[in-house]
């Protein structure tokens, strides 16, 4: 891993307690028969929706306070909007999640479901199942392969996250299947959509390419799916207030937009 020193406190603190928890877990090998999240994704292009992994995420260092709803019941209507895939936090002390959470919602939808996690250490993966878990390639460096490795043959699907071009050739070398591009920075929890932008331009077609991280509105999900996003991963604007309508207006984002671009066009070519 770079320089911890290099990193935000809140995000330091996240890593100190993950590597505390690595090695802890119950010691039985997990095998995982997984739904396929390609298949969500393009059952939801079929569908004309746009391919979202919607996130429970109670709370998290950047947002201000903690959703207490019953996260089953936040899961279960982020489907109703239209999800084609759910990710859930278990990291406990920073995000309000835990893995009890996540075999609950688990056992509850028949979409994948992502473990959202900072997973450092193969055992870690044992703690329990998922469709699919995320390693992110600036917390695990040189042991990216490897844990990609561990996680498949667990079943897992993995979603390898990087931030910059240096991260995305190394999880292509690593055999990456599935990237996110986090437009959060770890460094400094800024967000700036710009990210993604100039990542995904060098992502290889094969990849399934998700764009992760601050999109708030139909706009801004359209915007990642011009820049080449398969998928987007959303927390907090979904989050924030009714799920399953935030929900539903980003899934739409680009059904909605091209009626409005429609409606335009038909003023501005056949005016009164
Ligand atoms: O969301 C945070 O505040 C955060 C802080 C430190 C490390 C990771 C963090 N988020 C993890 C995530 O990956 C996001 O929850 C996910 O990409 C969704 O982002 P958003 O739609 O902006 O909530």
């Known amino acids: 891993m770079d320089d911890p020193d290099e990193l935000a406190p809140a995000v330091r603190s996240i890593l100190s307690a993950a590597h505390e928890r690595a090695g802890s877990g119950p010691g039985e090998r997990v095998s995982v028969s997984p739904r396929?999240?390609?298949?969500?994704?393009?059952?939801?292009?079929?569908?004309?929706?746009?391919?979202?992994?919607?996130?429970?995420?109670?709370?998290?260092?950047?947002?201000?306070?903690?959703?207490?709803?019953?996260?089953?019941?936040?899961?279960?209507?982020?489907?109703?909007?239209?999800?084609?895939?759910?990710?859930?936090?278990?990291e406990p002390d920073h995000f309000g999640?835990?893995?009890?959470?996540?075999?609950?919602?688990?056992?509850?939808?028949?979409?994948?479901?992502?473990?959202?996690?900072?997973?450092?250490?193969?055992?870690?993966?044992?703690?329990?199942?998922?469709?699919?878990?995320?390693?992110?390639?600036?917390?695990?460096?040189?042991?990216?392969?490897?844990?990609?490795?561990?996680?498949?043959?667990?079943?897992?699907?993995?979603?390898?996250?990087?931030?910059?071009?240096?991260?995305?050739?190394?999880?292509?070398?690593?055999?990456?299947?599935?990237?996110?591009?986090?437009?959060?920075?770890?460094?400094?929890?800024?967000?700036?959509?710009?990210?993604f932008e100039s990542v995904a331009r060098h992502v290889p077609d094969e990849v399934t390419l998700i764009a992760e991280s601050g999109i708030g509105s139909p706009a801004d999900a359209r915007r990642m799916r011009a820049a080449g996003a398969d998928a987007l991963l959303v927390g907090s604007a979904i989050m924030d207030g009714d799920v399953e309508a935030n929900t539903r207006e980003l899934v739409r984002a680009e059904a909605d937009g091209d009626a409005d671009d429609e409606d335009h066009r038909d003023t501005t070519e056949h005016p009164t």
Not at 57 to 83: H, I, Q
Not at 132 to 154: K, M, S, Y
Not at 171 to 194: H, K, M, P, S
Request: proline content about 3%; glycine content about 6%.
């Open 97 to 195: 999640g835990s893995v009890d959470t996540l075999e609950r919602v688990r056992d509850a939808v028949d979409v994948p479901v992502l473990r959202k996690d900072f997973v450092v250490d193969e055992a870690q993966l044992d703690a329990v199942e998922s469709d699919v878990v995320l390693l992110i390639a600036r917390f695990v460096e040189d042991d990216l392969a490897d844990l990609l490795a561990a996680a498949r043959d667990r079943g897992f699907q993995v979603l390898v996250e990087v931030h910059d071009r240096e991260e995305l050739e190394r999880a292509v070398d690593a055999g990456a299947a599935t990237v996110g591009v986090n437009n959060r920075d770890l460094a400094e929890l800024v967000v700036d959509l710009g990210t």
């Open 36 to 90: 396929d999240l390609d298949a969500a994704f393009e059952r939801a292009e079929a569908d004309g929706r746009v391919p979202l992994i919607a996130e429970v995420k109670p709370t998290s260092p950047t947002t201000e306070g903690t959703r207490e709803d019953d996260p089953v019941a936040l899961a279960e209507r982020m489907v109703a909007g239209g999800a084609a895939a759910l990710s859930v936090l278990t």
